[in-house]
């Protein structure tokens, strides 16, 4: 595996979908109930077994954007697909989902 792996601010993610940027792949690694129960606007959710399975041979968009609950398992899946994708560029996103409904859309998640 690689080294370090780049990573991205919820915020900046928060911009580029409110801008309508559409060049990245947005992965949702959670568990498949924690992303039926929330998850980023056009996000695809893959375990991390369904994206070990694919990331070779998925068509990737320029760059790919992972996440997981806390921001560490993302890092593992950045740095697969930074290995075994064809992405331009991979991310984690700083501090996961549950920064995310914390401090970018606590809205969202309320009751």
Known sequence: MSGDVDTVDPETVRERL?????????????????????????????????????????????EVVVYCYV???SVQAARLVEEYGNADAVASM??????????????ANAD
């Open 18 to 62: 409110d801008a309508g940027d559409d060049d990245f792949d947005l992965v949702d690694i959670r568990e498949a109930d924690a992303y039926e129960d929330g998850h980023l606007p056009g996000a695809e959710h893959l375990t991390v077994e369904e994206l070990e399975a694919v990331v070779a041979e998925r068509d990737w968009n320029d």
């Open 71 to 73: 921001g560490q398992t």
């Open 94 to 107: 700083d501090g996961g989902y549950e920064t995310w409904a914390e401090d970018v859309e606590p809205l």
